[in-house]
């Protein structure tokens, strides 16, 4: 290969190298997705202890948040109904009993079934986990109304208005 014909071809390449690099940084970046896609998604802590969920209950496939403290407690959860679809929110003490819940009627009667057919509906509930106060909302004979139940851990109900349904 004469001398001529060597510079040539390494003009060549060169003029090929710029040109790639040329159309490789006129090109805008490459943008972020617009959505993720994924079941679940999983936030732990410095120590790896999981504190965070949002995703998909395996068992039946609602979706849930949950919230749980540094000891790993849950504290917050934030379901649909396996069955309803219907959402209600749970907050927990330190021992993982459900101390409030806040539901509709479909959700109370699963966490107290001898409580009042209701429609949106708070439970607090006692330490033991048990409910002891209800407020509910509820509808009879083309007629809408507010209940409130008052329970004792031992005694049961103790005072319930209105008392008719």
Known sequence: MNMHAGRSLWAL??????IGVAVALGRPPTSPSDEIKATSLTIVDGKGKER????LRREDWQPELILSDADGEQRLRIKLD???????IELADGHGKI???LSNDTVLRAAAPDSPSAGA??????????GLLFLS?????????????LRDSRKGRIFIKPDDQ
Do not use: C, H, N, V
């Open 13 to 18: 390449t060169l003029l090929i190298m710029a």
């Open 52 to 55: 965070a969920f949002f995703g």
């Open 82 to 88: 396996s069955e309803s679809g219907d959402p209600f």
């Open 99 to 101: 101390g409030i819940l």
């Open 121 to 130: 509906s708070i439970m607090i509930s006692g330490k033991e986990g048990q």
């Open 137 to 149: 909302t509820g509808t009879a004979e083309d007629r809408s109304f507010g209940r409130i139940e």
